[in-house]
C-alpha cells in the first residue's frame, strides 16, 4: 500500500492553477450555467446610463440648475462653446444691423404716407432690435456661456419687452378696425415687406439652431420674435392683395395684427413664469459673471 501512495506523490504534476490576486475572492461558478455570464453582470450600468439619459433629455437639468449652469455645459467642449457664442454674437450683430435698417425704413413710409401696416411693422422691428441687444449682452462674457443665471435675466428681460410691445401692436390694431383703416402697400412697402419676410425669416432659423446646441432659451426667444417679424412682413402683401380681389376683407390687416399681437402677450407670459422663479433660484451662482 505504501509504494502506491508513494506512486501518487510521484505523480507528474498538472497544469499550474492561476491563484485570484490578492484582497480579492475567487467568483463562484455555477456547474449548469457556467461561469456568471458579462451581460448579467453590466445590466445595472446599463440601466443607470439609460436613466442618465433620460434626465438629461430636458432643455434645463435640474442637478446643474443647482450649480447654477446650463445644460450645454456638460454637450460641448470649452473651444466648441466659445465657437457658438461667438457665432451667437454675430447673427445677433447682423440682426441688429438688418432690422434696424428695415425699422427705419418703414417708419419712413409710415410718416410720408401715413401706413398703418408700415408702423407695425417698424414698430415689430425695433422690438427685434432690442432682443438682439438682450442676447449681445447675454454672451459679451465669456466665461458666462453656460451661466444659468445670466441666461434667465436675459429672459425675464426679453419677457418685459414682450409683454409691453404686444400691447401696443394690439392696441394699434384694434384702432386700425375701429376706424376701418383699408391696407395700403406702395412699390416701397412692398420691397421692404419681401426683404423682412426672407431675412427674418433666416434669421429666425439661425436663432433657432444656435438655441438649441446652446440650450439658450434667450436665444430662442430671440429667434421667435425674428419669426414673428418675417410672419408680419408677408402679412402686409397677403392683406393688400386678398383686399385687391375682395374688399369686404378689409378687417384682414388688422386682424392678424390682434393675432400676432395675443402670441406675443402669451409667451410673454409664459416666458416670465417660467423664468422668474430661476432666478431667484440661481441669483447665489453668479461664478461666471
Not at 430636458?58 to 465657437?83: I, V, Y
Request: hydrophobic content about 45%; aromatic content about 8%; proline content about 6%.
Amino acid at each position: 500500500m505504501e509504494p502506491a501512495a508513494g506512486s501518487e506523490r510521484c505523480s507528474p504534476p498538472g497544469p499550474p492553477v492561476p491563484q485570484p490576486p490578492r484582497g480579492h475572492a475567487p467568483l463562484a461558478t455555477n456547474p449548469a450555467m457556467g461561469p456568471l455570464s458579462s451581460p448579467a453582470r453590466e445590466q445595472p450600468q446599463t440601466d443607470e446610463e439609460r436613466q442618465l439619459r433620460i434626465s438629461e433629455s430636458g432643455p434645463f437639468n435640474d442637478g446643474l440648475e443647482d450649480r447654477g449652469l446650463l445644460e450645454s455645459s456638460t454637450r460641448l467642449k470649452p473651444h466648441e462653446a466659445q465657437n457658438y457664442r461667438k457665432k451667437a454674437l454675430w447673427v445677433s450683430w447682423f440682426s441688429i444691423i438688418v432690422t434696424l435698417a428695415l425699422a427705419v425704413a418703414a417708419f419712413t413710409v409710415s410718416i410720408m404716407r401715413y401706413s398703418a401696416s408700415a408702423f407695425g411693422f417698424a414698430f415689430d422691428a425695433i422690438l427685434d432690435v432690442l432682443s438682439s441687444a438682450i442676447v449681445l449682452w447675454r454672451y459679451s462674457n465669456a466665461a458666462a456661456v453656460h451661466s444659468a443665471h445670466r441666461e434667465y435675466i436675459a429672459c425675464v428681460i426679453l419677457g418685459v419687452i414682450f409683454l409691453l410691445s404686444s400691447i401696443c401692436i394690439v392696441v394699434k390694431a384694434i384702432h386700425d378696425l375701429s376706424t376701418r383703416l383699408l391696407p395700403e402697400v406702395d412699390d416701397f412697402l412692398f420691397s421692404v415687406s419681401i426683404l423682412s419676410g426672407i431675412l427674418c425669416s433666416i434669421l429666425a432659423v439661425l436663432k433657432f439652431m444656435l438655441g438649441k446646441v446652446l440650450t439658450s432659451r434667450a436665444l430662442i426667444t430671440d429667434g421667435f420674435n425674428s419669426l414673428v417679424g418675417g410672419v408680419m412682413g408677408f402679412s402686409i402683401l397677403l392683406s393688400a392683395e386678398v383686399f385687391k380681389h375682395n374688399a369686404a376683407v378689409w378687417y384682414l390687416d388688422g386682424s392678424i395684427g390682434v393675432l400676432i399681437g395675443l402670441t406675443i402677450f402669451a409667451y410673454g407670459v409664459k416666458l416670465l413664469i417660467d423664468m422668474v422663479p430661476r432666478v431667484r433660484q440661481t441669483r447665489h451662482y453668479e461664478m461666471f459673471e
